[in-house]
């Protein structure tokens, strides 16, 4: 049975931090507003703000890999997420307006589980101190736009029985990343011409922030500040190769059949050339046997 809590159970940090997708829901405040529910999913951009037993506070990045920390003892009670530009600033817009969000896990491998964080979301913009402080230039993923920051009052567990299993295959196609860093690293070179940030060019990222991420669809405002920053959005082009998906050999090409394991190739079994050759042999005997009684029937006829 699902469960309660006013804080984020040691528990259960490990396991977020091991998911790879969540989910955040938002909505307006107008009646007619349109709910909104955004899938994320790019590795290192999402943060547990963890309490220790010692009293001190430290970001799950800051956790090594391998270490003995001791996850039992520990709580939760905010967590923070890097925000990338994409076509729509619906979360920003409506944790600017109200606040109100949730953040969603599911369990696609291992035992089924749902966790919900119902909170309070805060925007920190390109450009302003505290994004500044939380995310120094050397760490932005390409793209990044703003942090949204959510305290939550409320954690909640639920069964998710429902919920199939998926095997995460890769984190994304490399040539789709490669796509938007090139994209991104275009913009910004035609923001980096344009000294003035008051002074857009027709092009640039800042500009499609200005342009196309400053209200949600309903018309509340998004982005306001980000694209008005003189803050340097840094070199993409090189910093894309940082963050590139390493080759895995165990994922197949498109075109190659699998078998029911997707995991499995279908490949050349031991006996597949006996198989082949004995298949030859036999149609070559057949062959000749009908040709002999050709060759009777013809003598038989003279």
């Known amino acids: 049975m699902g469960k309660s809590y006013d804080h984020l159970p040691g528990n259960l940090i490990p396991w977020i931090i091991d998911q790879k997708v969540f989910w955040v829901a938002t909505a307006p405040l107008a009646e007619d507003g349109h709910v909104n529910v955004s899938p994320k999913g790019y590795e290192r951009t999402f943060h547990i703000m963890i309490d220790t037993e010692d009293g001190e506070t430290i970001d799950s990045h800051n956790i090594p890999e391998g270490s003995d920390f001791n996850f039992k003892k520990a709580t939760s009670r905010a967590v923070w997420y890097e925000d990338l530009t994409g076509s729509g600033a619906e979360t920003i817009a409506h944790a600017r307006e109200n606040g109100r969000i949730t953040v969603m896990f599911s369990a696609f491998e291992g035992p089924a589980n749902i966790v919900r964080l119902f909170g309070t979301a805060k925007v920190y913009e390109f450009g302003t101190p505290e994004y500044e402080e939380l995310l120094p230039l050397e760490k932005r993923q390409p793209g990044s736009r703003s942090i949204i920051w959510v305290d939550f009052h409320r954690v909640g567990t639920a069964c998710g029985f429902s919920i199939p299993f998926y095997t995460i295959a890769a984190a994304l196609e490399q040539e789709d990343y490669d796509h938007y860093v090139s994209c991104t ?52 082009t090189v910093k894309g190769a940082d963050f590139r998906v390493p080759d895995d050999e165990s994922i197949p090409p498109k075109d190659q059949a699998v078998t029911k394991d997707p995991t499995a190739v279908v490949g050349r079994g031991p006996f597949e050339d006996f198989g082949k050759h004995f298949a030859g042999f036999g149609a070559g005997v057949m062959f000749t046997i009908l040709l002999y009684r050709l060759a009777q029937s013809i003598h038989w006829a003279h």
């Open 185 to 236: 690293a275009e913009l910004e070179k035609s923001d980096a011409a344009e000294p003035a940030a008051t002074e857009l060019p027709g092009k640039g990222l800042k500009n499609y922030w200005k342009l196309s991420n400053n209200k949600s669809i309903d018309g509340v405002p998004a982005i306001q500040y980000a694209y008005a920053s003189k803050q340097p959005l840094g070199d993409w």
